[in-house]
C-alpha cells in the first residue's frame, strides 16, 4: 500500500458515492492527506448539480484520519436538488474553510451517470392570461412522480418577476401572485388545472417565471419552473393632427426593433403563437413548451419534432 503520508495535497481516494433518500442524501468518501491534515481548519463535503447548483454540504466534525492520513467519512445531510426534470451530472467536492464559506478547494469527482430527481413538477402547456378578473394561470398537469403513498409537501404556485433568467436555484426579482395548491400524493396528478388570482404589476423587461413550490423541513423549495408571456402593454393612442410631422418620426420604431418584435420567444410565447410558425404544428408546439426553459436556440433539439434542418429554417423568426 503507498505511502499517503508522502502526498502534499489532501485528496479524495478509494469509495466515493451518494445516496438520495427524499429530501435528504447520505455521502460518502475516503480522504487521504499529509499528516495533520485535519487539524488544518475546518472540512466539508459538498455535493454540486452541474456545477452551478450546490445541492447538499456536510460538515466533517471533528476529522481523526488514521496514521496514514486515510478517513472514511459517512453522513446525512438535507438536500435541495435544482428545480426541474432535467438530467444533471453531480460531482463531489472537499472544501475547508469556515462554515458558510469553504473558500479553499481541495479535490473534486465528477460521476458518470447522470442523475435526475422525482419531484413534483409542471407538465404539458402552461400560460398566464390578464383580464379585468386578474390573472388566469392554466396549467395542463401538476404530477407528483414519487412512489405510491409518498405525500408531498404542501404546494404553491409563485410568479416572479426576476431580474435575470431563472437557472434553478436562487434568484432575484419581485413577487406578482401565488396561490396554495394543496398536497398530491404520488403517482397523482391534478389536471386542467385553471386558477384566477389577484397579480401586482409586472416591472418591464422582467422574466416572468411561474414557479411550483412545496413545503419542506427547510420552507419552501422551488420544484419546477416555466417562463410565461409578459402581459401586453396598452396600445399608444395615434397622434393628434397638430403633432408635428418629426414627432410622429420619432415614434416610429426602428427596422432592428420591428424585426426583433416579430421574432417568437421560444421560452415565453404560448403553445398558440409558436403554433403560428410555417411548419410547427400544434403537437409540435406543445412539446417546445413542456420542454422549457431553453439557454439557447440549439436547445430546440430537445423538443420531439424539432430536427437540424427545421431549426435553421425558423432560426431567423425565434428568439429566447
Known amino acids: 500500500m503507498p505511502d499517503l503520508n508522502s502526498s502534499s495535497r489532501t485528496i479524495f481516494c478509494g469509495n466515493l458515492g451518494y445516496r438520495f433518500d427524499a429530501d435528504q442524501v447520505e455521502l460518502q468518501a475516503d480522504i487521504a492527506g499529509p499528516c495533520g491534515w485535519s487539524n488544518q481548519g475546518q472540512w466539508a463535503l ?37 428545480a426541474g426534470d432535467d438530467f444533471h451530472r453531480m460531482s463531489l467536492k472537499l472544501v475547508s474553510g469556515q462554515p458558510g464559506y469553504y473558500a479553499e478547494l481541495h479535490d473534486q469527482q465528477t460521476f458518470g451517470l447522470l442523475q435526475s430527481f422525482a419531484q413534483p413538477r409542471l407538465a404539458g402547456t402552461v400560460a398566464g392570461h390578464w383580464s379585468d378578473e386578474g390573472l388566469t394561470i392554466e396549467v395542463e398537469s401538476i404530477r407528483n412522480p414519487r412512489a405510491p403513498g409518498n405525500l408531498s409537501g404542501t404546494l404553491a404556485l409563485e410568479l416572479w418577476a426576476l431580474d435575470a433568467p431563472y437557472a434553478g436555484a436562487s434568484w ?16 397523482a396528478s391534478l389536471e386542467r388545472n385553471r386558477f384566477v388570482v389577484h397579480a401586482a404589476p409586472c416591472p418591464a423587461d422582467s422574466e416572468l417565471t411561474l414557479m411550483l413550490r412545496e413545503w419542506t423541513n427547510t420552507g419552501y423549495v422551488t420544484r419546477d419552473y416555466r417562463l410565461l408571456e409578459q402581459p401586453a402593454q396598452a396600445v399608444a393612442t395615434a397622434p393628434t393632427a397638430v403633432e408635428s410631422e418629426a414627432a410622429q418620426t420619432r415614434q416610429l420604431p426602428s427596422a432592428k426593433a420591428q424585426a426583433s418584435a416579430q421574432r417568437v420567444s421560444i421560452n415565453r410565447a404560448s403553445a398558440a403563437r409558436i403554433s403560428s410558425l410555417k411548419g410547427i404544428s400544434d403537437k409540435v408546439a406543445a412539446s417546445i413548451v413542456a420542454h422549457r426553459p431553453y439557454r439557447s436556440l440549439d436547445d430546440l433539439l430537445r423538443a420531439k419534432g424539432i430536427g437540424i434542418k427545421r431549426l435553421e429554417q425558423l432560426r431567423a423568426q425565434l428568439e429566447l
Request: overall charge negative; proline content about 13%.
Open 46 to 82: 459538498q455535493l454540486w448539480a452541474d456545477e452551478t447548483v450546490k445541492v447538499a454540504e456536510l460538515p466533517i466534525d471533528r476529522p481523526e484520519p488514521d496514521q496514514q492520513g486515510l478517513l472514511r467519512v459517512s453522513g446525512v445531510a438535507p438536500a435541495q436538488p435544482p
Open 172 to 187: 432575484s426579482g419581485t413577487p406578482v401572485a401565488s396561490l396554495v395548491i394543496g398536497c398530491l400524493d404520488g403517482q
